[in-house]
């Protein structure tokens, strides 16, 4: 098969997936042995690989290896340490991070092969991070991304500010695939809203959750943008009443991790970031109450049977009706990163 071939191949199966959404993609359990692999920065700047090794001694740990390096975004305009932690994401097949690189309107959409290294462009500004951060399809085949006039004119900053102040504008949600490029836009949000996560269905189907401006519902939608249920976030029993925001959904979408509070609980060791780093409780859309343990309310990411909760160097695994499965301890190279994201092995 020809390159052109072969990407329109792909271009082909990830719009597919708008209907009907793979079933490949990487799950698994973890529930009997906690094996899985770490995602994490690193103060270093590196994008770090770890797979836990099953010991229970922290030091018969293997260490985590670095499988792509970040230093350049650094060198990039603008607050560029917050914009890579809001938009920071890996693919649910563990082939491809993507993040937001710079602050200004010289952003751009990067793509990062985990296995090689190769960083490449996908598209130049203008992104939004803020609002609708990178979000991948179930199968990790295709990104989409808010691409609107989210900055201000020139001259709209603060006095001898050269970057314009950033301005409330809704544009179009776009698709980007690392291996098709640019992909036709099918997603149209009705109402404005944020933090989009996509999940499989149970007929198989593309599906997605997020939240209004105003965080004060969710709501449930097919892959073109279609409202299919409207979820108040006052009636959802498990949260404080400072909802603000979505972390994420499972791979079902009957759970989702939300952030009370964002203030003190938003940002790992405090501080702010537009998109929370971990949320503060996990709740069952399904009867709108708390799931898991009270004790280990906090998440970073859900998967079919639990969450990953995460207390200082310490990630621990729960089910969602709260017992803990497992407990690990992060290696030294990871275990300050503002974020973490896990992959249970296949099972």
């Known amino acids: 098969m020809t390159k052109r071939a072969r990407t329109a191949a792909v271009a082909a199966a990830a719009l597919a997936l708008l ?60 607050d560029v340490g917050t914009v890579l932690r809001a938009s920071l994401s890996i693919d649910p097949g563990q082939r491809t991070a993507a993040w937001i690189e710079g602050a200004s309107p010289g952003e751009s959409l990067k793509f990062g092969d985990l296995e090689t290294g190769d960083v490449t462009t996908a598209v130049q500004y203008p992104l939004d991070h803020a609002c609708i951060d990178p979000t991948w399809l179930a199968d990790g085949s295709a990104l989409l991304v808010h691409r609107g006039a989210v900055w201000g004119a020139e001259g709209v900053g603060a006095a001898g500010d050269t970057t314009p102040l950033p301005v409330q504008a809704w544009g179009a949600a776009e698709w980007y695939s690392p291996d098709a490029g640019e992909l036709p836009s099918t997603v149209d949000l009705q109402p404005a809203g944020c933090r989009l996560r996509w999940y499989t269905a149970e007929d198989g189907t593309a599906q997605a959750v997020y939240h209004n401006l105003q965080v004060t519902e969710l709501y449930r939608i097919d892959a073109q943008g279609k409202v299919l249920e409207t979820i108040r976030v006052g009636g959802l029993t498990g949260t404080e009443p ?106």
Do not use: M, N
Not at 24 to 44: H, M, N
């Open 242 to 347: 400072l909802t603000i925001g979505l972390v994420g959904v499972d791979p079902t979408g009957r759970y989702a991790c939300l952030v009370d509070d964002y203030g003190p609980y938003g940002a790992f060791k405090g501080g702010f970031t537009p998109h929370a780093q971990e949320g503060t409780r996990v709740v069952d859309l399904e009867t709108g109450e708390a799931a898991g343990d009270p004790a280990h309310q906090s998440c970073t990411s859900l998967h079919p049977d639990g969450y990953v909760s995460r207390t200082g160097a310490k990630a621990t695994f729960v089910d969602y009706d709260g017992a803990t499965e497992w407990s690990v301890e992060l290696p030294k190279q990871i275990k300050e990163s503002p974020v973490l994201f896990f992959f249970p092995d296949e099972g």
């Open 19 to 78: 209907a009907a959404a793979s079933c490949d993609r990487v799950t698994g359990s973890g529930e009997d042995t906690g094996t899985g692999t770490f995602y994490a920065l690193g103060d270093d700047h590196l994008l770090y690989r770890w797979e836990p090794g099953g010991e229970t001694d922290p030091e018969a740990q293997p260490p985590a290896e670095p499988v792509l390096d970040l230093s350049g975004v650094w060198t990039a305009e603008g």
